[in-house]
T-cell receptor, first 112, second 113 residues
Framework: QKEVEQDPGPLSVPEGAIVSLNCTYSNSAFQYFMWYRQYSRKGPELLMYTYSSGNKEDGRFTAQVDKSSKYISLFIRDSQPSDSATYLCAMSAALNDYKLSFGAGTTVTVRA | KAGVTQTPRYLIKTRGQQVTLSCSPISGHRSVSWYQQTPGQGLQFLFEYFSETQRNKGNFPGRFSGRQFSNSRSEMNVSTLELGDSALYLC????????????FGPGTRLTVL
């Protein structure tokens, strides 16, 4: 079993829909959680960064962390065709621990 | 502010050769990490350097090595290339000021024939 599980999709939604992405993990030591967006043939771009449990909102993006369930989510409101990409969750255990464990990535297509 | 830069962007090598990839972090960032991305295994951590010292290492064979220079630039080397080393190699840099944010470069796509 992988340390971080993420459904690879693909996920296809109409423009304007809410995109819901999630990851589960097994290592209870993880405290720092990130979401990256990766366009085809590009490097991952950091979207959201959260520490411990709770919610964080940034524009159309909302990240949620539930450490008790070992479950994290990313919601994209009012999705646009430009949101079509692969979304990767990543996590690490300690402050200044740069060994990130990644999910497999979910490929999202937003249809115009 | 310039982002993380990686050179070369594309590389084709044959089995048995060796290769060196280069990474320049964001100005002021002192930590550099390397990852391998393949369709089958996803993103896997190779190693991390800080102040010219390797602080952390993933589960890769000794054919994969790296180093960091005093200006924080980093190189990774793969010796005796195998077909399975074909991948996108990503470099990420971090400021090291109390959070774990990492910023990735565009990657070097290595093809081993």
């Amino acid at each position: 079993q992988k340390e971080v599980e993420q459904d690879p999709g693909p996920l296809s939604v109409p423009e304007g829909a809410i995109v819901s992405l999630n990851c589960t993990y097994s290592n209870s030591a993880f405290q720092y959680f990130m979401w990256y967006r990766q366009y085809s043939r590009k490097g991952p771009e950091l979207l959201m960064y959260t520490y411990s449990s709770g919610n964080k909102e940034d524009g159309r993006f909302t990240a949620q962390v539930d450490k008790s369930s070992k479950y994290i989510s990313l919601f994209i409101r009012d999705s646009q065709p430009s949101d079509s990409a692969t979304y990767l969750c990543a996590m690490s255990a300690a402050l200044n621990d740069y060994k990130l464990s990644f999910g497999a990535g979910t490929t999202v297509t937003v249809r115009a | 502010k310039a982002g993380v830069t990686q050179t070369p962007r594309y590389l084709i090598k044959t089995r048995g050769q060796q290769v060196t990839l280069s990474c320049s972090p964001i100005s002021g960032h002192r930590s550099v990490s390397w990852y391998q991305q393949t369709p089958g295994q996803g993103l896997q951590f190779l190693f991390e350097y800080f102040s010219e010292t390797q602080r952390n290492k993933g589960n890769f064979p000794g054919r994969f090595s790296g180093r960091q220079f005093s200006n924080s630039r980093s190189e990774m080397n793969v010796s005796t290339l195998e077909l399975g080393d074909s991948a996108l190699y990503l470099c990420a840099s971090s400021l090291v000021t109390g959070n774990n944010e990492q910023f990735f470069g565009p990657g070097t796509r290595l093809t081993v024939l």
